[in-house]
């Protein structure tokens, strides 16, 4: 909370950041010149012009960055963040092919606490110097890369993963279900940690693990992240398996709701589309990973058109090659106007939002993040818009989106802490990761 100085009349706060350009995604879309932002206690308790700020307050820490524009932090709302450490792996292949013969024999042998634990940490740093600071995962020993996301000091929400086949962490669905729950208890007083149950995907989880995460989503109050339409191959299991397209199914079972984060959405028919618009449910855009896969496109500007909220994900690093949400919202423009045929489909704006508050939205956390408003938190990314690249420079929202690389982002700010500093990271060593990352493909490779 912010107090006054009795000598100075002015409010102490922890940090001011003075920038060039406060882009704040809020309703307004209000993109500030000359402003300074305050932070204190975590919040954002102040947006003003820069002179205003420096006659009202001061604060123990003052960063000037005048070159740059603040936006609020990435949220990455579809990653499997430990596959960072199969980067380049079997690549150049369909998606079943790439997971039957490939991923799932190397999760098979490797897939362990110090797999996650290690795996995630690069994954958050990589993300971190890209300017994300909240990630939706999906993967296997939550506790354990919720307890690292929450150590660098990232928002994470930890996916209870939920499938009919074996592994590391579970034997049965039952017990990936239970595991989630204690994982789900553990984390539940965690200001930086939610959760949300993680079934992986209609062909790999049968009716009545869904029947009976529907239920605890209700009763916990929780979202449902899974794999929705990635592929024709998922579409015709579907059919052949259970007499119905994976969408249809899942309404049956009743898990077309708010609560819902479909991720991928490929190969939709207008009905469904109609139909999953009057459910409130979310969809997760991952354009780079179903270009890469050949899995298909989602029609982007028809989900915009028919009010459903859409969010931008990275997928894993295993599938993409990168954890890059700058790059993801330059393909989600580009490739939103090839699909819907319209110069005009998905502008600049439009692709900030989803790779920002529309996240928060998705995840349940928009009253804490995806803005730059004051009583929020201070989740910020600043990239520095001088670089030739970004030259010259009509509008700071066209050149986020269109020109700037992940390497003009300086600093990372969570929750008011400073991740990343002048492009340093301040939690994570990246010497360390390397390391990490090298003894990993030695032990892969020979397999």
Same mark, same amino acid.
């Given at each position: 909370?912010?107090?006054?100085?009795?000598?100075?009349?002015?409010?102490?706060?922890?940090?001011?950041?003075?920038?060039?350009?406060?882009?704040?995604?809020?309703?307004?879309?209000?993109?500030?010149?000359?402003?300074?932002?305050?932070?204190?206690?975590?919040?954002?308790?102040?947006?003003?012009?820069?002179?205003?700020?420096?006659?009202?307050?001061?604060?123990?820490?003052?960063?000037?960055?005048?070159?740059?524009?603040?936006?609020?932090?990435?949220?990455?709302?579809?990653?499997?963040?430990?596959?960072?450490?199969?980067?380049?792996?079997?690549?150049?292949?369909?998606?079943?092919?790439?997971?039957?013969?490939?991923?799932?024999?190397?999760?098979?042998?490797?897939?362990?606490?110090?797999?996650?634990?290690?795996?995630?940490?690069?994954?958050?740093?990589?993300?971190?110097?890209?300017?994300?600071?909240?990630?939706?995962?999906?993967?296997?020993?939550?506790?354990?890369?919720?307890?690292?996301?929450?150590?660098?000091?990232?928002?994470?929400?930890?996916?209870?993963?939920?499938?009919?086949?074996?592994?590391?962490?579970?034997?049965?669905?039952?017990?990936?279900?239970?595991?989630?729950?204690?994982?789900?208890?553990?984390?539940?007083?965690?200001?930086?940690?939610?959760?949300?149950?993680?079934?992986?995907?209609?062909?790999?989880?049968?009716?009545?693990?869904?029947?009976?995460?529907?239920?605890?989503?209700?009763?916990?109050?929780?979202?449902?992240?899974?794999?929705?339409?990635?592929?024709?191959?998922?579409?015709?299991?579907?059919?052949?398996?259970?007499?119905?397209?994976?969408?249809?199914?899942?309404?049956?079972?009743?898990?077309?709701?708010?609560?819902?984060?479909?991720?991928?959405?490929?190969?939709?028919?207008?009905?469904?589309?109609?139909?999953?618009?009057?459910?409130?449910?979310?969809?997760?855009?991952?354009?780079?990973?179903?270009?890469?896969?050949?899995?298909?496109?989602?029609?982007?500007?028809?989900?915009?058109?028919?009010?459903?909220?859409?969010?931008?994900?990275?997928?894993?690093?295993?599938?993409? *090659?990168?954890?890059?949400? =700058?790059?993801?919202?330059?393909? &989600?423009?580009? !490739?939103?106007?090839?699909? +819907?045929? #319209?110069? @005009?489909?998905?502008?600049?704006?439009?692709?900030?939002?989803?790779?920002?508050? *529309?996240?928060?939205?998705? =995840?349940?956390?928009?009253?804490? &993040?995806?803005? !730059?408003?004051?009583?929020? +938190?201070? #989740?910020? @990314?600043?990239?520095?818009?001088?670089?030739?690249?970004?030259?010259?420079?009509?509008?700071?929202?066209?050149?986020?989106?269109?020109?700037?690389?992940?390497?003009?982002?300086?600093?990372?700010?969570?929750?008011?802490?400073?991740?990343?500093?002048?492009?340093?990271?301040?939690?994570?060593?990246?010497?360390?990761?390397?390391?990490?990352?090298?003894?990993?493909?030695?032990?892969?490779?020979?397999?």
């Amino acid at each position: 909370m912010t107090t006054k100085n009795s000598a100075q009349g002015l409010l102490q706060a922890d940090e001011i950041i003075h920038a060039r350009w406060v882009v704040t995604v809020d309703r307004q879309h209000n993109v500030h010149e000359s402003h300074g932002l305050v932070i204190d206690d975590g919040r954002i308790v102040a947006i003003d012009d820069s002179t205003t700020i420096q006659e009202q307050y001061q604060a123990r820490k003052i960063t000037h960055l005048k070159d740059h524009a603040l936006i609020p932090g990435f949220i990455n709302a579809h990653t499997h963040a430990a596959m960072c450490l199969m980067r380049g792996l079997a690549d150049d292949l369909p998606l079943m092919t790439w997971l039957q013969e490939h991923i799932w024999p190397i999760e098979h042998k490797w897939v362990s606490s110090d797999f996650i634990r290690q795996g995630t940490e690069h994954a958050i740093a990589e993300m971190i110097r890209s300017g994300t600071t909240a990630f939706n995962d999906m993967y296997f020993f939550p506790d354990v890369a919720a307890a690292v996301a929450s150590a660098a000091g990232i928002r994470a929400t930890a996916g209870l993963i939920v499938i009919d086949f074996p592994s590391a962490w579970a034997g049965d669905w039952q017990e990936y279900i239970d595991k989630g729950l204690a994982v789900h208890d553990q984390f539940r007083s965690d200001n930086l940690i939610t959760t949300a149950f993680a079934p992986h995907a209609p062909y790999s989880v049968g009716n009545e693990p869904l029947e009976k995460v529907r239920i605890l989503s209700d009763e916990l109050e929780i979202p449902i992240h899974m794999h929705v339409h990635e592929t024709h191959d998922e579409i015709d299991q579907g059919i052949k398996n259970y007499g119905s397209r994976p969408l249809r199914r899942l309404d049956e079972i009743g898990l077309l709701t708010p609560n819902l984060l479909a991720v991928h959405m490929t190969h939709l028919h207008d009905e469904e589309i109609v139909r999953f618009s009057k459910t409130g449910a979310h969809a997760i855009h991952c354009p780079q990973s179903n270009m890469k896969l050949a899995s298909g496109f989602c029609p982007a500007q028809k989900l915009v058109d028919a009010g459903i909220n859409i969010a931008l994900g990275t997928d894993g690093a295993a599938s993409n *090659n990168d954890l890059d949400m =700058l790059a993801e919202m330059q393909y &989600t423009a580009m !490739l939103g106007k090839a699909v +819907a045929d #319209d110069a @005009t489909a998905l502008p600049a704006e439009t692709a900030l939002t989803m790779a920002t508050i *529309n996240g928060a939205k998705a =995840l349940g956390i928009n009253d804490i &993040t995806g803005s !730059l408003e004051v009583g929020k +938190a201070a #989740d910020i @990314t600043a990239i520095d818009l001088s670089e030739l690249e970004t030259q010259p420079l009509y509008s700071p929202v066209s050149q986020i989106v269109y020109a700037a690389d992940r390497r003009q982002i300086t600093h990372v700010w969570c929750n008011g802490n400073n991740l990343l500093k002048n492009r340093i990271l301040q939690t994570l060593d990246i010497e360390k990761l390397k390391s990490n990352a090298l003894s990993w493909r030695q032990k892969i490779n020979m397999l």
